[in-house]
């Protein structure tokens, strides 16, 4: 039971951290965008999304490390495909971003397929 909820906070981890990361980046509705290529990269710098993400994949990296010496590998690696979900649904209803039926389908499909590799 432990080693399931590692693996589903380093799953939401990488979730939040990918979340942190785009609006970071400023890509979401109503965001300045920095002018230039040194503008962008100061304005990364100093971005509280940005410093946030990296907190959390801190996190992430101690969860997994914690994880990995609890359960094979060949189960915790694809058991992380679950954040490609994840990050699908975190984009639709956190970034209110448009997500195609095609795509809905996939993130099924790699549900499923997340579930017949790892379940025991």
């Known amino acids: 039971m432990l080693t399931l909820a590692l693996l589903l906070g380093t799953v939401l981890c990488d979730v939040a951290g990918q979340v942190c990361f785009k609006r970071g980046v400023g890509h979401h509705p109503g965001a300045a965008r920095p002018r230039g290529c040194l503008g962008g990269v100061f304005g990364l710098l100093g971005s509280w999304w ?54 809905w389908f996939a993130t099924a499909a790699v549900a499923v397929g997340v579930a017949m590799v790892c379940w025991p």
Not at 91 to 98: G, I, M, W
Request: glycine share 4%; charged share 15%; with cysteine.
């Open 50 to 103: 940005i410093a946030a993400g990296v907190s959390i994949y801190v996190v992430e990296f101690i969860l997994w490390f914690a994880a990995l010496s609890m359960t094979p590998l060949s189960i915790a690696f694809p058991f992380m495909a679950l954040s490609y979900c994840g990050v699908v649904v975190a984009s639709r209803f956190v970034l209110d971003e448009r997500v195609p039926p095609r795509r």
